[in-house]
């Protein structure tokens, strides 16, 4: 790939300003000093800034614990949008894999990755979601075998047998292997609840364990090549 477009996949600079380092001297490619822009470089080139070595990596992974109010997106016109918390991965390219509504809470996976994320959010992965959902009146235990019998939503469609674990009066814990729109809310409206908290304990995997809201970190080697494997 061309020198310019590495320095920015790498999180040097934007286009501009690599271009403007690399006119100006500072950039070496196996040691020897290179002026153009559109010079071609690969994976095995030693490539450096100053005479300090630039770590190239293609993908990022990373876990966040969202918060309420940010748009499950990259850019919005009118609220704040995940990608927001975390600016220094920013940069790179990352888009959540998949959604949660503004005011629902926990695990977002944000890779650059788009392979990885378009098989996680392929229906036929049937990727494990759980969620601990605050209902608005007492949860009927009945409701178990309804969950696990597989919900119909309100426009026809009928749910994979979900597994609904009642933790008190008013919050449940629910295991989902699909993820369409607003799901774990139209499934709960199907009863007559409204879901008034909503928090997204684990996908596959990741869970949000050790993050407080609004942390994130980057995914382990072993969470990565877990993750992979649904590529494959
Ligand atoms: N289901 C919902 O209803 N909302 C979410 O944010 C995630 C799953």
Known sequence: MRLDRYLANAGVGTRK????LIKSGRIKVNDTLVRESDFYVDFSSNISLDDKKIDYKEFY???LNKPKGYISATADDYHE???DLLPEYKKYGIAPVGRLDLDTTGVML????GA???ALLSPKKHVDKTYIAEVNHKLDVSLVNKFNEG???EDGYTCLPAKLEILDDTHAKLTIHEGKF???KRMFKIFGYEVINLDRQSFDILTHDSLAIGEYRELTTEEVEHLLSYIK
């Open 182 to 184: 607003h799901q774990v």
């Open 151 to 153: 919900i119909t939503l």
């Open 81 to 83: 949008v995940v990608v």
């Open 110 to 113: 944000l890779t650059n990755h």
């Open 17 to 20: 300003e690599v271009k403007q």
């Open 116 to 118: 990885l994320a378009h």
């Open 61 to 63: 992974y990373l876990l």
